[in-house]
């Protein structure tokens, strides 16, 4: 006689809150600025390559992004095996919790932050730890490496933190690295990072060489 196997659980997934529309005006236009939406056209060269695509819509493109991540190598001084694209930062965020997260595993991150770190880590299975912010808005980094137990996989920086701005500086994020494990999983969020204007920002590429987990 066969094992049952045990019945499946179902886990409530958050729902993903976005920014509510503006209203609507006739003496001026509106934009969604929660979307990141840009009261400027798309650069002529970004209307140009995309009108060439649209030329070579009968084939099918290189599934492995060769010549984006030859690209990419280049540019960042990066090995080709460490780079991986994707459809924005979400798609990467939850590539990576799949990746290294089994069910039950702990994920820290600040709270409040991107709305979809809760979202991208109960679709992994694994279970949010949030961390709340401090009473400016800022990481609690301190928090955030005193909430790392056995369990945790991987913790999230989000520098600057969507939505609240601020930035986290090198030297914080050092000493944050200096706290945790070697075997958890530091994910630096700079998905803004072309919006940080302060001394002593964070460099991810330095930090991704002098740390194996970042």
């Not at 965020?93 to 991107?114: K, M, N, T």
């Amino acid at each position: 006689m066969s094992t049952p196997r045990p019945r499946a659980t179902v886990t409530q997934i958050p729902a993903y809150v976005p920014g509510k529309p503006p209203v609507p005006r006739d003496d001026l236009v509106t934009y969604k600025l929660s979307s990141n939406e840009n009261p400027f056209p798309p650069l002529p060269g970004v209307i140009e390559a995309a009108h060439a695509a649209v030329d070579l819509a009968n084939r099918y493109p290189d599934m492995g992004n060769s010549a984006l991540y030859a690209g990419l190598s280049e540019k960042l001084g990066v090995p080709v095996g460490d780079l991986a694209a994707g459809t924005g930062s979400v798609a990467l965020i939850y590539q990576l919790l799949q990746a290294f997260c089994d069910p039950g595993d702990e994920v820290v991150h600040a709270w409040r932050s991107f709305e979809a770190y809760p979202i991208a880590i109960t679709s992994a299975a694994a279970t949010s730890v949030p961390v709340p912010l401090t009473a400016d808005a800022e990481h609690d980094l301190d928090a955030m490496a005193a909430a790392v137990t056995d369990r945790t996989k991987v913790v999230i920086v989000c520098t600057p933190n969507n939505p609240t701005g601020p930035s986290v500086t090198q030297t914080a994020l050092d000493a944050f690295l200096a706290q945790v494990p070697p075997h958890v999983v530091v994910v630096v969020d700079e998905a803004y990072l072309e919006f940080v204007r302060m001394p002593d920002a964070v460099d991810g590429l330095a930090t991704y060489r002098a740390h194996p987990n970042v």
